[in-house]
């Protein structure tokens, strides 16, 4: 899931500063366990708007604000608000956020800052364990992912400054590739040390949100 934070009332206050009335939308999938974009946060968001005069002239919750097609067909149900309101404000991450400014001509503004593609600990704990590479090597890593969890993102590590198992960036950390290596070990394989690894293609990262960004560009 995507997590993030919310932005605070002081950002929120200045962003909102030409804006007298508003209408707001929350995300009732990843935004809700983040408690950024849940019912509690766009109740608690309205409360504040209003305080700070201003009208909510509608709000919303989204089941997922990223389904672009469902999001348009939600949003469709509440034109007039819509049509009312000075800007609409979106509680949701960045995905979301662009799901509906790519459906109406209104300003979107957007409340939340979005960090990370997060795995959940427990309620409220969050750890990020895939940074989306398009070129995923766990197979060969032992389902630990260097590209993510090793400080230097190294792909034929470990470095030079591994200590006592912990690791030179940040000593509270275990050293990923250790575990790599334990793991391989008790999986009585070789995985990645059987070869060296060439540096990673980037390119790949970027290639299929710009691609779909060139597409949507070609339909306008
Ligand atoms: S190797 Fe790339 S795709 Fe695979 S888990 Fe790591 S960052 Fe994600
Ligand atoms: S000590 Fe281990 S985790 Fe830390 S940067 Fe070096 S290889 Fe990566």
């Not at 009585?188 to 290639?207: C, I, L, N, P, T």
């Amino acid at each position: 899931m995507i997590i993030s934070t919310p932005k605070g009332r002081e950002e929120l206050e200045a962003l909102l500063k030409d804006y007298r009335s508003l209408f707001l939308i929350g995300c009732g999938a990843c935004a809700t366990v983040c408690k950024v974009g849940g019912e509690d946060e766009v109740f608690a968001t309205q409360e504040w708007l209003e305080e700070t005069g201003r009208e909510v002239v509608g709000s919303m919750i989204l089941e997922e604000a990223c389904h672009i097609m469902r999001s348009a067909r939600e949003l469709r149900r509440c034109k007039a608000q819509v049509e009312e309101a000075d800007a609409l404000l979106v509680l949701s991450c960045g995905a979301g956020v662009q799901s509906i400014s790519n459906c109406v001509e209104k300003r979107v503004l957007t409340g939340v800052n979005s960090l990370f593609l997060g795995n959940i600990r427990r309620f409220g704990e969050f750890e990020e364990k895939c940074s989306l590479c398009g070129e995923c090597i766990l197979n060969e890593t032992a389902g630990i992912c260097p590209v993510t969890n090793c400080a230097k993102g190294l792909l034929n590590g470990p470095c030079g400054g591994l200590e006592d198992g912990h690791c030179e960036v940040d000593e509270e950390r275990e050293c990923t590739w250790l575990k790599i290596h334990e793991r391989l070990e008790k999986q009585q394989r070789q995985g990645v040390f059987d070869r060296a690894v060439e540096a990673k293609d980037w390119s790949k990262k970027f290639r299929p949100g710009q691609h779909q960004l060139d597409k949507n560009e070609e339909k306008k």
